[in-house]
């Protein structure tokens, strides 16, 4: 799934914000109101459900599980259950667009099925790591098939025989948690979660709502969660409202908070105490906000929260609230902008893993618009003048919460703020400009950026370079910045390789490795099976192959002429593979360099690793790619050299968008 075309959008000061504005539905809990409707008998009636791209992705994987789902009016919906242990399997993949949510709870209730399951996503989410939901579902029984580094496309094989575990949560996140009790309904015995912190408690309070006996102990440090699998519920018609999202009502609340004169009133918001650090902390900072009409909801907490402008001031923001505002640190910061001294916040690694980088996303906005963010590991610090000058452009990374907060700072700056693409938004905030606009805002299209897209040209762009030197994640980028076609050659032989395996022949069968070959199409490079180790051995034979060789060589040119566009990573692409393409780039970094990175990158995936050893399989794989004697690794002599030792993978990212600017240019 690619995105839809960029979105370039601006933002400039417009009037004060005045009257009753609503916020979309609790994406968190829309999500769950969907997934445990299907797993009791009888019909549920769900209104003011958040009708975003993340949340109608997971109607749709039910829907591909046998759950009948029907959208009934606006905002309600009606969900007839299957009842525990009643999904089907289903006959295609489940493609979950950006939402990490969707994807990994759907994980959990899937473990206890005896089917396997196939996920993936948009590029976003593709890049985003399911390890830490994988290692507890594992232990309950689940067998995985994955990317390297634990990433989607995967295949899950679910098993009737899954276990009841006890498991203590090395990281808060309420996402593995809930992924843990999904899998444990459908498991006899006990499964127990234990949070160090205290994450967002909407699984357990949604499982209580519809019948189900969770038990939940207050230990030493932090919380045990207790679930017992097959219990028994009625057959019922239940219905659920869904109250605003705390997280989207924060851009509304921040927006208020720094546009002069602006009083506003956000009804029937979730006000659940582990959703409302933000609000805490914008307190603390001076702001004027109240809970009105306080009361309770489908077992949450709910309010109308009224917001007026406020002269704020900076904080120190503590490691331990960020489980409950971590989406919110991008908004915050904004309002840290607009506060007089320096805002720090301190614990959030966990944004290093979000849509995007969310850390370095927020602290590059920032410098974009005339604000000093510093990072120090997992802390950011915002030094705030009550003013912000403006007048940049943001990388959004394709990050609704980046997109919607530096819209928001730009309606007090000094010049309008642009943002590079808005077309995000949608994943959890429908209608975002247009409900902003409606009570004083001037967001709009960005005119003189959007109307040249349109004639952009469809370039090739090849990008080479040696191992761990960053080249396919910045041909992901490129491709995404630009609406360009992606091929990662890397996993051409591997598809072909899978091709001939799975249609149990030998890879040594020089006749069926051509025919394999010959019909190799773009979906069969997104199977999750491509990394399993005997299809790598079964790619290293059939590389061998000249003819195969031949006409993988043209499946790369004629994905090359894509209409589209097309960006192609490799070693030999701007050499060999497409000779004439239009902009070619080698990126490339000292050997002690990648060496780190490589290290690094296995450390976060949890294999430990000498960095001596991965030292020296570099320097041999630098000697191999250079001793080749067919196409040795060397930069085509019209390629622009990337030398990547000394820049962050932004600022790499930034020059190759300037390079292909320039030749459309």
Request: hydrophobic share 40%.
């Amino acid at each position: 799934m690619t995105h839809p075309p960029s979105l370039p959008m601006q933002s400039k000061a417009g009037r004060a914000l005045s009257g009753t504005i609503s916020a979309p539905g609790d994406k968190s809990i829309s999500h769950r109101a969907l997934i445990l409707a299907s797993q009791v008998l009888g019909s549920t009636k769900i209104t003011g459900m958040l009708e975003g791209e993340d949340v109608l992705g997971t109607a749709k994987a039910l829907g591909q599980m046998s759950v009948r789902i029907e959208r009934t009016a606006p905002h309600t919906w009606q969900v007839q259950g299957v009842g525990t242990g009643g999904l089907s399997e289903a006959s295609d993949v489940l493609n979950m667009g950006n939402s990490g949510t969707g994807a990994r709870l759907m994980m959990g209730l899937v473990t206890p099925y005896p089917f396997v399951t196939f996920f993936t996503g948009d590029n976003s989410l593709r890049k985003r790591p399911m390890k830490r939901v994988m290692a507890p579902l594992q232990e309950m029984g689940a067998r995985f098939e994955a990317r390297e580094s634990s990433k989607l496309p995967l295949a899950l094989c679910g098993t009737l025989e899954t276990m009841p575990i006890e498991y203590t949560l090395p990281v808060a996140s309420a996402q593995v948690k809930s992924a843990i009790l999904l899998a444990a309904i459908n498991t006899a015995g006990i499964t127990t979660v234990i949070e160090p912190e205290a994450t967002r408690d909407h699984t357990e309070r949604m499982l209580r709502h519809f019948g189900w006996q969770v038990e939940t102990k207050k230990l030493a440090k932090g919380v045990s969660i207790s679930l017992k699998g097959h219990q028994k519920l009625p057959v019922a018609h239940r219905e659920i409202s869904v109250p605003a999202d705390p997280s989207s009502a924060a851009f509304l609340a921040v927006a208020a908070l720094i546009t002069p004169g602006s009083d506003i009133t956000i009804p029937q918001v979730c006000v659940n105490p582990l959703r409302t650090g933000l609000y805490t902390t914008l307190r603390e900072m001076g702001a004027s906000i109240e809970f009105l009409n306080e009361r309770i909801s489908a077992g949450e907490e709910v309010a109308d929260i009224r917001v007026r402008h406020s002269t704020l001031k900076a904080v120190s923001v503590p490691a331990e609230r960020a489980p409950s505002m971590i989406d919110e640190y991008p908004i915050l910061a904004v309002a840290a902008a607009y506060a007089k001294g320096t805002t720090v916040m301190q614990g959030l690694g966990e944004l290093k893993v979000k849509e995007s980088d969310r850390l370095n996303a927020i602290a590059n906005g920032m410098h974009a618009c005339g604000v000093t963010a510093k990072i120090a590991g997992d802390t950011l610090s915002i030094e705030g003048s009550g003013v912000v000058k403006g007048g940049g452009t943001v990388v959004t990374h394709y990050d609704h919460r980046i997109a919607m907060s530096f819209l928001v700072m730009g309606m007090n700056a000094g010049q309008p703020i642009h943002i590079d693409d808005g077309s995000a938004i949608a994943t959890s905030f429908p209608g975002f400009a247009e409900l902003m606009n409606s009570v004083g805002a001037q967001i709009a299209l960005d005119v003189a950026v959007a109307a040249p897209l349109s004639k952009i040209q469809k370039l090739v762009v090849a990008i080479d370079g040696p191992a761990s030197s960053g080249k396919g994640t910045l041909a992901r980028r490129l491709a995404e910045h630009f609406g360009y076609g992606y091929l990662d050659t890397g996993s051409i032989y591997r598809a072909v390789g899978l091709k001939i395996i799975y249609s149990g022949k030998d890879p040594y069968d020089k006749r069926a490795a051509i025919d394999a070959a010959l019909a190799l199409n773009a979906q069969d490079l997104a199977n999750p099976r491509l990394r399993q180790e005997r299809i790598g051995m079964a790619a290293s034979i059939i590389s061998a192959i000249p003819e195969v060789r031949s006409i993988l060589l043209d499946f790369q040119r004629n994905f090359a002429k894509n209409s589209k566009g097309a960006v192609l990573d490799g070693r030999d692409i701007g050499t060999v593979v497409c000779p004439d393409a239009n902009v070619k780039i080698f990126i490339t970094a000292s050997l002690e360099t990648r060496a780190k990175r490589r290290h690094r990158e296995l450390q976060g995936e949890g294999i430990e690793v000498v960095y001596e050893s991965v030292l020296e399989d570099l320097r041999e794989r630098d000697e191999r790619d250079a001793q080749r004697a067919v196409a040795p690794l060397i930069p085509a002599s019209d390629a622009i050299v990337l030398d990547t030792s000394n820049l962050d993978a932004q600022s790499v990212f930034a020059k190759a968008v300037e390079i292909v600017n320039k030749k459309m240019a």
